[in-house]
């Protein structure tokens, strides 16, 4: 099992980016996925999930209205769409599948000007 996140950089506020969560040794589109964030001396915080059946999507108020999780399975990959981005998005973030015990390494967000 193997979850690699990639496409974080540095950007000004009011930027977009898109994350990248290339999944192998499992089939992503079979668990709910999920996007995590954790910011310096804060705790990891849930940003977002889609459902494996019907892809259902949920996010954290904080970022409702300007993220967009969504997957492409026949890349067995889940993106993370950020736009409107804000200091206060700056964070490594991370994808995880539900019930899967593994972290990526993650990718580093970071929103200054």
């Known amino acids: 099992v193997q979850l690699v996140e990639s496409g974080g950089g540095l950007v000004q506020p009011g930027g977009s980016l898109r994350l990248a969560c290339a999944a192998s040794?499992?089939?992503?589109?079979?668990?709910?996925m999920r996007w995590y964030r954790q910011a310096p001396g804060k705790e990891r915080e849930l940003v977002a999930h889609?459902?494996?059946?019907?892809?259902?999507?949920h996010y954290a108020d904080s970022v409702k209205g300007r993220f967009t999780i969504s997957r492409d399975n026949a890349k067995n990959t889940v993106y993370l769409q950020m736009n409107s981005l804000k200091p206060e998005d700056t964070a490594v973030y991370y994808c995880?599948?539900?019930?899967?015990?593994?972290w990526g390494q993650g990718t580093q967000v970071t929103v200054s000007s």
């Open positions: 040794g499992f089939t992503a589109s079979r668990y709910l």
């Open positions: 889609i459902t494996s059946a019907e892809g259902r999507t």
């Open positions: 995880k599948a539900w019930g899967i015990e593994y």
